[in-house]
């Protein structure tokens, strides 16, 4: 910059400080630094002091500590809230506890609430005539090809001698394959006697054999059957011969 720069520049700066003290004569200069130097923005950083900037930075400090009270309150109320709701559901749990240990102590007490019944226990004769109930049993029987052919030779052999016109009972039936020999070997009557299921299914072999009219399935033990006279025989009528198939499924179990 020239000389005569420099000294144009004082001598303006010298009419500008007499221009600006005359004119404030008549006003009280701090007053208008207070109304008129007021900073707009009061972290303006470019008007800020150190002081200043030191006075912004102990204010956030305090409102971070503030924060981190106000968070850890939050968390001591939040913490205070889930005790609270563990303690009521400790206190529901030994409640139910105590009602599950009155519980065992009642049943405890009387067996008969919880004891299993004692299961019927079956007669003999029950048990195994309701092992013959099932046909699969029957058809095991029936496959041993060597004893039933023994017993139909034997009853269509001597039908002559012992069969022809005669009344016989077929003891413990089944499905009625030896009062079908018994027919077939010219028998009068054939009195089929079973006291297990089978024989419903006895009485439909007959039919359809084409012995119906000669073979009458009877449901019972012989025993009950002649005590209670319900042998269908006629008056003075008498059984003349007895067939039974006694082995059942010994030979194979």
Not at 192 to 201: F, H, K, N, P, T
């Amino acid at each position: 910059m020239a000389d005569a720069d420099i000294v144009r520049g004082e001598k303006l700066g010298i009419k500008l400080s007499k221009y600006l003290n005359e004119s404030n004569k008549d006003r009280d200069i701090e007053e208008e630094d207070q109304e008129f130097f007021k900073p707009f923005l009061t972290d303006d950083a470019f008007i800020l002091c150190m002081d200043d900037l030191q006075d912004l930075i102990e204010q956030k400090e305090n409102k971070s500590v503030v924060k981190r009270s106000t968070d850890s309150k939050d968390c001591d109320k939040a913490a205070s809230a889930t005790n609270e709701e563990l303690k009521m559901r400790i206190t529901a749990l030994e409640e139910q506890l105590a009602c599950a240990k009155s519980c065992i102590t009642s049943l405890a007490v009387d067996e008969s609430v919880w004891s299993t019944p004692t299961p019927a226990v079956k007669d003999d004769d029950t048990y195994y005539f309701e092992s013959y109930n099932h046909t699969s049993i029957h058809e095991i029987m029936l496959q041993d090809n060597v004893r039933t052919k023994a017993y139909k030779d034997a009853i269509l052999f001597n039908s002559a001698a012992l069969f022809k016109d005669k009344v016989v009972i077929d003891l413990g039936c089944g499905t009625g394959i030896l009062s079908l020999f018994a027919a077939k070997a010219g028998a009068k009557k054939v009195i089929a006697i079973d006291a297990s299921d089978i024989y419903m299914q006895a009485t439909d072999i007959a039919r359809i054999n084409g012995y119906d009219d000669v073979i009458t399935v009877v449901y019972g033990k012989v025993e009950d059957l002649i005590a209670q006279k319900k042998l269908p025989l006629g008056e003075n009528e008498k059984v003349n011969v007895i067939i039974s198939e006694w082995m059942g499924y010994a030979l194979f179990f």
